[in-house]
């Protein structure tokens, strides 16, 4: 029996994936949001972060994610 892995984190190319914008506005949009959540630079953005910062459904989000 197979487990499905899904991820957590959300990246740069994802984020490209989901907005259709290039890939450095993915990487200023990611670092924007760490700010308005106080997280270190070495802290992740979580998926359900990404949602809850850009007013997208987790439900949209979600398929559009690989890995």
């Known amino acids: 029996m197979k487990i499905e892995q899904k991820r957590v984190c959300i990246y740069p190319k994802d984020v490209q994936r989901v907005t259709g914008k290039s890939y450095r506005?993915?990487?200023?949009?990611?670092?924007?949001i760490k700010k308005q959540l106080n997280k270190e630079e070495h802290q992740f953005i979580s998926i359900e972060e990404f949602c809850s910062y850009t007013g997208l459904k987790l439900e949209q989000v979600q398929p559009l994610i690989v890995g």
């Open 25 to 32: 506005y993915a990487r200023l949009l990611l670092i924007e």
